[in-house]
Nanobody, 123 residues
């Protein structure tokens, strides 16, 4: 069992930055693939970023050049640094873990989810 807790969301003006954190409860964290997803009202949950157990990363096209995913296995934590935020980035951001330690980009490939943290970008 892996419990995940996101933090770092909030309200920011367009062009600003936020860093989201996701703390995992389990020592198995270092062997998990981790991902960030987001869901805006009335829309499906969409992939944002993923990182494998050994640090290989991938980003959605909408995130490239602006977002960075990283992880600290010693702290059981994964991060999402978001720069140059746009109003269309407004959503609830979710952290997810999968027991296959490689990169996955579909929500149904993940085994555990956090409760989400709200990010609101004002214009």
């Amino acid at each position: 069992q892996v419990q995940l807790a996101e933090s770092g969301g909030g309200v920011v003006q367009a062009g600003g930055s936020l860093r989201l954190s996701c703390a995992a409860s389990a020592r198995a964290f270092s062997r998990c693939g981790m991902g960030w997803f987001r869901q805006a009202p009335g829309k499906e949950r969409e992939f944002v970023a993923a990182i494998s157990w050994d640090g290989i990363r991938t980003l959605a096209e909408s995130a490239k050049g602006r977002f960075t995913i990283s992880r600290d296995n010693a702290k059981n934590t994964v991060y999402l640094q978001m720069n140059s935020l746009k109003p269309e980035d407004t959503a609830v951001y979710y952290c997810a873990a999968n027991l296959i330690p490689t990169i996955r980009i579909r929500p149904d490939e993940y085994d555990y989810w956090g409760q989400g943290t709200q990010v609101t970008v004002s214009s």
